[in-house]
């Protein structure tokens, strides 16, 4: 059925109602009840085929289990419009993955402000690539150097207006 599933998403993608019907009829398609498959459906051409995914290759039976697949797929159904688009999780799978390089989880980062760092690493990663790290070194660079500035000038302006003994002797004369 996880089959038939993908069929129905793929086929009908960014056509909702498509997207809906192809879903409720994967439970009568199961059931040997071919009259609303598409020509994907090889027991329209062939009835004497066998299913190969099911037991013995023989359509289900059972009023119980139909009425309790029909409930889930009825739930897949009614959300048609939020299938229909097709969306990969393959971008989210890999920011979780910068993230879990950045801050595995064996280790203890929540404790201390190193993950939101670590996060926002995997952010800038992920918006700007590998690049960032370079980006982020010289920006360290600058407010480092603009710090050593500052404290230099507050050093020497202490400095010029320190007492020396030259300029006490001459206010003694």
Known sequence: MQKCFAYALNQNKG???????????????VYG??????????FQKDPSAKYKSLPRGLALEGDSLR???NNVFGIYAQNAE?????GSTLA????????????PKARHYRGSESLDFRVKAAACQKNIGHSY???VGLIN???????????????????????????DMKTLQ
């Open 15 to 29: 056509n909702p109602d498509g997207v809906r019907n192809a879903i409720l009829n994967i439970v009568p398609h």
């Open 33 to 42: 009840e071919h009259g609303q498959c598409g020509d994907w459906c090889k």
């Open 67 to 69: 009425q309790a697949l």
């Open 82 to 86: 939020k299938l229909a688009p097709c």
């Open 92 to 103: 989210n799978e890999s920011f979780n993955n910068s993230i879990a390089s950045k801050a």
């Open 133 to 135: 790290v370079s980006e």
């Open 141 to 167: 660079w600058i407010i480092i150097v603009v710090i050593m500035s500052f404290e230099h000038q507050l050093r020497t302006s202490r400095k010029s207006q320190r007492p020396t003994i030259k300029n």
